[in-house]
């Protein structure tokens, strides 16, 4: 799955709050934590930090599930936190291993995408990513 301009998106920005930085990688690092376990159980943990519409293409595609889906997904261990932009209602927080999207909803932040490979001139290539 591609992750449309996301890479054109991190080109600059405000200042953003060190507590909404905080919040962005605390939702990123949540989600990955659950992710690494979603194999060996079926509770739905992980994906309750998962963006809806990536929740839903998780279960369309490979499905039956979100929690099915993310576990083929073998989104990689997320290592250490590198750093984190924030833009307004979206995220980026770049890990060890690979970046992860973040989007501002009324509950909270929840993650878009996750276990992205950059490429040249191209969009984004992730494991798990919405429509």
Do not use: I, N
Not at 3 to 31: K, M, N, Q, S, Y
Not at 60 to 68: K, M, N, V
Not at 89 to 110: A, C, I, M, S
Not at 115 to 122: A, F, H, L, M
């Amino acid at each position: 799955m591609a992750l449309a301009a996301a890479a054109a998106a991190w080109t600059g920005g405000c200042a953003t709050p060190a507590a909404e930085r905080d919040a962005v990688t605390a939702a990123a690092l949540d989600f990955a934590r659950r992710a690494q376990s979603a194999a060996h159980t079926d509770d739905g943990a992980a994906c309750r930090f998962l963006a809806p519409a990536t929740r839903e293409a998780l279960a369309r595609y490979p499905g039956p599930s979100c929690e099915a889906g993310l576990g083929d997904a073998a989104v990689p261990a997320p290592g250490r936190v590198r750093t984190t932009d924030v833009y307004g209602h979206q995220g980026r927080v770049v890990l060890e291993h690979d970046p992860y999207f973040v989007t501002w909803f009324p509950d909270g932040w929840k993650v878009r995408a996750a276990g992205c490979v950059p490429r040249p001139e191209r969009p984004y290539d992730c494991r798990v990513a919405g429509d």
